[in-house]
């Protein structure tokens, strides 16, 4: 069973950077690239960006391409995202999915980490 | 960026009816379309993808149609557990984009 177990909530302070996890299982890490999406508070979803495990290579949507770097651990199955330079405008939930049945498809979602921007 | 559109916002409904849910793309984007299910404390779900080819474990009573830039997700006779909010997402070029979603309430 494919399972994607991602960190706990975080709270930063605005300028701050924070960093969270999603710790993949059920499958081969590597076969399958990591997007990320973002939905902030009563909002829709927007995706930031995929990092390929095996090779770390990484694309991402032109708004987060100073805001997110995507990272991945294939010695312990993790995918990461780094999110920098804190505001409110970062006070979100972040979703880690599996790509699949092709790269620009969402099979595989993690339970989502809420991030809250706060001094 | 594409932007899509989904319609309605609300939508409320009892178990066993069959309800429509509408996305609008800014630009055509072939039968790339998918549709996903997101309700609390569960992981989101693709249900289907390509406009209407329905992911592995999908019940059927789900399904999709349409092309270019309309799009329609149909759930037959609602099950209880069908209730939540539901997205569309463009795959056909980059940034993949997502509609506002829809929410799908028990009547």
């Known amino acids: 069973e494919v399972q994607l177990q991602q960190s706990g909530p975080e709270v930063g302070r605005p300028g701050s950077s924070v960093k969270i996890s999603c710790k993949a299982s059920?499958?081969?890490?590597?076969?399958?690239?990591m997007n990320w999406v973002k939905q902030s508070p009563g909002q829709g979803l927007e995706w930031i960006g995929w990092?390929?495990?095996?090779?770390?290579?990484?694309d991402y949507a032109e708004k987060f391409k100073k805001k997110a770097t995507l990272t991945a651990d294939t010695s312990s199955n993790t995918a990461y995202i780094q999110l920098s330079s804190l505001t409110s405008e970062d006070t979100a939930t972040y979703f880690c999915?599996?790509?699949?049945?092709?790269?620009?498809?969402?099979?595989?979602w993690g339970q989502g980490t809420l991030v809250t921007v706060s001094s | 960026d594409v932007q899509m559109t989904q319609s309605p916002y609300n939508l409320a409904a009892s178990p066993g009816e069959s309800v429509s849910i509408n996305c609008k793309a800014s630009?055509?984007?072939?039968?790339?379309l998918a549709w996903y299910q997101q309700k609390p404390g569960k992981a989101n779900k693709l249900l289907i993808y390509?406009?209407?080819t329905l992911q592995s474990g999908i019940p059927s009573r789900f399904s999709g149609s349409g092309s270019g830039t309309d799009f329609t997700l149909t759930i037959r006779s609602l099950e209880p557990e069908d209730f939540g909010l539901y997205y569309c997402?463009?795959?056909?070029?980059?940034?993949?984009?997502f509609g506002g979603g829809t929410k799908l309430e028990l009547k």
């Open positions: 990092i390929d495990p095996e090779y770390g290579s990484t």
């Open positions: 059920g499958y081969t890490f590597t076969d399958y690239v």
């Open positions: 997402q463009q795959h056909n070029e980059y940034p993949w984009t």
């Open positions: 630009k055509s984007i072939s039968k790339y």
């Open positions: 390509d406009g209407s």
């Open positions: 999915a599996r790509g699949g049945p092709n790269t620009s498809l969402f099979a595989y």
